[in-house]
């Protein structure tokens, strides 16, 4: 119920050719081989094959913005479970109680501005490629090479200087 009689009639029909059909194809291989087993058998690489082709500069960059996503959002949710089971203070505490002087603040902050800048600004380059067409004569291959590179670089230059940037000591409690 619910189809014409003739769609009905049709479907049926389909179903019976299909049942046919896949009863008198021939077998491929031994019935206990698998897929895979009968690829191996072939000799030939997996396509795309990573040791044989090199991945342009767009592909490297285009997988660190979906890698420090993953990184941004790890980090999002320890600053997240650290305030709700640690407290209001308990993120500042923690900075503030690294050491002072030497390395290590520094690169603490550098660890934690680069996947956020990169995967942003990674994220902008996106946003102006749907805005503006990326299939157009204007973007090459040279042009995107050239920002992929861009990417890494001001990533790395804004991250350092924000790594060099620190938040007031709060004050004393009398």
């Known amino acids: ?4 009689p003739g769609r009905t009639r049709m479907l049926g029909q389909l179903s019976r050719a299909r049942v046919s ?16 087993e009968q690829q191996d058998k072939t000799g030939r690489p997996l396509s795309p094959h990573l040791t044989i082709y090199r991945l342009p500069m767009i592909a490297y960059s ?5 890698i420090t ?17 640690g407290g209001a203070g308990a993120l500042e505490q923690a900075v503030q109680s690294l050491p002072e002087g030497g390395v290590t603040l520094p690169a ?31 973007f090459t291959n040279s042009l995107m090479r050239t ?16 790594a060099t940037l ?7 409690k009398e």
Do not use: N
Request: glycine share 8%; hydrophobic share 45%; with cysteine.
């Open 1 to 4: 119920h619910g189809h014409p």
């Open 21 to 36: 059909a896949l009863r008198s194809a021939p077998r491929r291989g031994l019935a206990s081989e698998t897929y895979t």
């Open 62 to 66: 285009s997988i660190t913005v979906r």
């Open 69 to 85: 996503g993953g990184i941004a959002y790890a980090y999002i949710i320890g600053v997240t479970a650290l305030a709700l089971f």
């Open 108 to 138: 603490a902050k550098f660890a934690v501005s680069w996947p956020f800048v990169y995967h942003w600004i990674g994220c902008v380059r996106h946003m102006v490629w749907d805005v503006f067409d990326v299939s157009s004569k204007s």
């Open 147 to 162: 920002s992929s590179y861009g990417i890494f670089a001001a990533t790395t230059a804004i991250s350092l200087g924000l």
């Open 166 to 172: 620190s938040l007031p000591k709060p004050a004393q």
